[in-house]
């Protein structure tokens, strides 16, 4: 067997170049497609699959066609846009498909050459992107499980394969692997065409990462055996919520890593997002040939006459994900009790067990302590609820203020799985410190936050106790900005009214548990 390119997908003099991933793992067969007919079988055929590497090959699909229809006078435009539209018809869950397309059809009006220069470097960023996300997803694992090797499960083919590098989660198998971290991996056989079982086990075999393949219907067993540390799975559109589409069986997963208390890690591009979608309903599933079920090996295998419901993908609910991650971002949806639990602490009690302390610290200032309220067992997890109905999958981080802000900060973080990072008064903080000085009722003060606590581009929320002036969440806003973050929003158990603390955020997104004249 001679070994594969590190790319599955390259443009050759006219030609789109991919592995015939029908044929792996028995024989190593290059596609040479000459024109978008090929490319769409391709496809069509999962002779080129993966929602990057389709998204790569449309892209090349349209370059393909305008060389094609190149003349005298120029581009056929009408034609071009009319193959375009043919190569986004030929999978319809993959929103890196469209995405692609779309994109590298913005150089038409440049010429052929324009085209396949966009269409080419897309091929480019998508290494670059890949080894970003990849990094980030291992950093991940690695803050979630235990410090020894790893058992890992995976489903469907998410390598380089699918890509047009290293892969998504896939490539951060490979990527823990090398940094020791991998003790096993279990592949799940993955319908349709047994993707898991062809490809990912051949990649894996070819990096010599130890790995043994997994019955779909065995994985939930192997949880509950105490065989898997964590899952990492791709995704083939991700809508705004965070409810994933992955190849079908993902959601089974993920209902049982949730039982089980297992990390859920979804690693792909972020043009793998749909933001036009608020949630999975509107993803559309593509279903499968009955064959693919009713036949093995081209022999038939069921009752002649017997139908099949064979979809090739389904939706994972953003609340069984642990975490999404990007080549930007780590994005953390929602996690843990469903929304009909969470009603959390209503505005009346929250005011009864306020106490107020008339001329401190300063005369002519009431302080209001909120003691007696976190002393209420399990009042604290409502007001963490509460918040997390306002905000759930909306953040990836919590930012808590000195030092009253820690409590909220830190059951909100504990509800929802989200890192937390703590914002110091001065002189607290080791190394190199962003700063931000703020004002006060009764005078200014001071915070601080480590200059590598917080990842640029990551949606910070800030939490505190009691907004008064506004001068603490605003000191804690420029914290994030000044570390390249954006600010989610901003929430807090108590609203002082009057202060002038609201109109001093208006800005930001803002949510007081409970508000009280000040």
Same mark, same amino acid.
């Given at each position: 067997?001679?070994?594969? #390119? ?45 929602? &990057?590497? =389709? ?7 349209? $370059? ?34 469209? +995405? ?49 090797? @790893? ?5 469907? !083919? ?31 056989? #993955? ?10 086990? +051949?990649?894996? /075999? ?12 065995? $994985? ?20 705004? !919520? ?5 190849? =079908? ?13 297992? &990390? ?8 793998? +997002? ?35 419901? !064979? ?34 602490? *209503? ?25 007696? @309220? ?7 997890? /409502? ?17 808590? %203020? ?13 509800? #929802? ?8 008064? *001065? /002189?607290?903080?080791?190394? *190199? ?19 590598? $606590?917080?990842? *640029? ?5 800030? %939490? ?55």
């Amino acid at each position: 067997m001679t070994t594969a #390119t590190a790319t599955s997908l390259s443009w050759d003099e006219g030609a789109v170049v991919t592995i015939d991933q029908r044929a792996l793992p028995h024989e190593i067969r290059e596609l040479r497609l000459t024109d978008v007919d090929a490319v769409i079988a391709a496809i069509e055929s999962l002779a080129v699959r993966g929602a &990057p590497a =389709i998204g790569l090959a449309g892209a090349l699909g349209v $370059a393909l066609s305008a060389r094609l229809h190149s003349g005298p006078d120029g581009v056929d435009r009408a034609a071009v846009h009319a193959d375009a539209e043919r190569l986004i018809a030929a999978r319809p869950t993959a929103v890196n498909l469209e +995405w692609a397309v779309r994109r590298t059809l913005t150089r038409l009006d440049e010429g052929a050459q324009a085209v396949l220069a966009e269409a080419t470097a897309m091929l480019a960023e998508d290494a670059t992107l890949n080894g970003a996300a990849v990094e980030r997803a291992a950093d991940l694992v690695d803050s979630l499980t235990p410090d020894r090797p @790893l058992r890992l499960l995976t489903h469907c !083919n998410t390598g380089r394969l699918a890509t047009g590098a290293v892969g998504t989660a896939l490539g951060t198998i490979l990527h823990l692997a090398g940094r020791g971290r991998v003790r096993e991996v279990l592949v799940d056989e #993955t319908r349709p065409l047994l993707q898991g079982a062809r490809l990912t086990a +051949w990649e894996l /075999g070819e990096a010599g990462v130890p790995y043994r393949l997994c019955v779909d219907s065995a $994985a939930a067993g192997a949880m509950a055996h105490g065989l898997v540390d964590c899952v990492l799975v791709g995704a083939d559109r991700i809508a705004a !919520n965070g409810d994933t589409a992955n190849k =079908i069986g993902t959601y089974g997963l993920a209902v049982a890593a949730a039982r089980h208390g297992i &990390p859920f890690v979804v690693v792909a591009p972020e043009s793998t +997002w749909d933001s036009s979608l608020a949630d999975g309903s509107g993803i559309v599933i593509e279903e499968r040939a009955a064959a693919e079920v009713t036949h093995l090996a081209d022999r038939l295998c069921a009752p002649s006459d017997a139908r099949a419901y !064979n979809p090739a993908f389904d939706v994972t609910p953003a609340e069984l994900i642990t975490a999404i991650v990007t080549e930007r971002r780590v994005f953390r949806p929602r996690r843990g009790v469903p929304r009909q639990l969470t009603a959390g602490v *209503p505005d009346d009690r929250i005011e009864g067990l306020l106490e107020e302390f008339p001329d401190y610290p300063e005369p002519g200032v009431v302080f209001r302590d909120l003691s007696a @309220l976190y002393a209420q067992p399990g009042l604290l997890a /409502g007001l963490a609820a509460r918040v997390d109905e306002e905000f759930g999958g909306a953040y990836d981080r919590v930012l808590a %203020v000195e030092s009253r802000g820690f409590v909220l900060g830190a059951a909100l973080a504990a509800r #929802t799985g989200t890192p937390l990072t703590l914002a110091r008064k *001065p /002189g607290k903080l080791p190394g *190199p410190v962003h700063s931000a000085d703020y004002s006060l009722e009764y005078g200014t003060d001071r915070l601080e936050l480590r200059k590598s $606590a917080i990842a *640029p581009g990551e949606r910070v929320l800030c %939490v505190d106790d009691v907004l008064a002036t506004g001068g603490t969440l605003a000191a804690a806003a420029q914290l994030v900005r000044d570390s390249g973050a954006e600010v989610a929003g901003m929430a807090v158990v108590l609203e002082l009214a009057g202060l002038g603390g609201r109109d001093r955020l208006s800005s930001h997104r803002l949510a007081a548990l409970c508000e009280v004249p000040a």
